[in-house]
């Protein structure tokens, strides 16, 4: 099984600031398998980026998505006030789904 | 774009089986694949399992004796049964709709249930 560690685990940012976002895994994942989500207080989790680095549809283009084999990257270039939210990062492999323990955004 | 709901029992006793229902709305639950997520109160998500309309499944090595996912596509509903369950089992449960590249872009709202004698 897949372990993905995601750091930091809060990150403490101002509005306008850029935000950067690490998931490393255990072992090697194919860039097609992994994901990125992020859920506010009482909603379902909502999927920004697929592939690594696409977009999911709806999502704002200050958010990117970067990375291969076992370090992978969220980065929101300019934070607004609607980005502070907890992110987890997932992949698929082995027929087997694993998600990070999530990186809480919070206003500094 | 599918829509998806969870319905069942809000609380469940001490070594009982949990059982929750998702239904499809907005499309065929007959492609694809449909996946079972929980978050306990403060905590992470965590992967349960996911079925394929055909019926095949994949589950969590951590839960696999217990869980079963199963499909009814007459209904366009897929369920989950979680055996002996304990207070640990206490979460928010969610289903989604998993693409093929093992993305999740649609989810229900989500539905607690606690377990508690």
């Known amino acids: 099984e897949i372990v993905l560690t995601q750091s930091p685990g809060t990150l403490s940012l101002s509005p306008g600031e850029r935000a950067t976002l690490s998931c490393r895994a255990s072992q090697s994942v194919s860039s097609s398998y992994l994901a990125w989500y992020q859920q506010k207080p009482g909603q379902a989790p909502r999927l920004l980026i697929y592939?690594?680095?696409s977009r999911a549809t709806g999502i704002p283009d200050r958010f990117s998505g970067s990375g291969s084999g076992t370090d992978f990257t969220l980065t929101i270039s300019r934070l607004e006030p609607e980005d502070f939210a907890v992110y987890y990062c997932q992949q698929y492999g082995s027929s087997l789904v694993t998600f990070g323990q999530g990186t809480r955004l919070e206003i500094k | 774009q599918v829509q998806l709901q969870e319905s069942g029992p809000g609380l469940v006793k001490p070594s009982e089986t949990l059982s929750l229902t998702c239904t499809v709305s907005?499309?065929?639950?007959?492609?694809?694949?449909w996946s079972w997520i929980r978050q306990p109160p403060g905590k992470g998500l965590e992967w349960i399992g996911y079925i394929y309309y055909s019926g095949s499944t994949n589950y969590n090595p951590s839960l696999k004796s217990r869980v079963t996912i199963s499909v009814d596509t007459s209904k366009n509903q897929f369920s989950l049964k979680l055996s002996s369950v304990t207070a640990a089992d206490t979460a928010v449960y969610y289903c989604?709709?998993?693409?093929?590249?093992?993305?999740?872009?649609?989810w229900g709202q989500g539905t607690l249930v606690t377990v508690s004698s």
């Open positions: 592939g690594a680095s």
């Open positions: 989604a709709y998993m693409t093929t590249r093992g993305s999740l872009p649609q």
């Open positions: 907005g499309g065929s639950i007959s492609s694809y694949y």
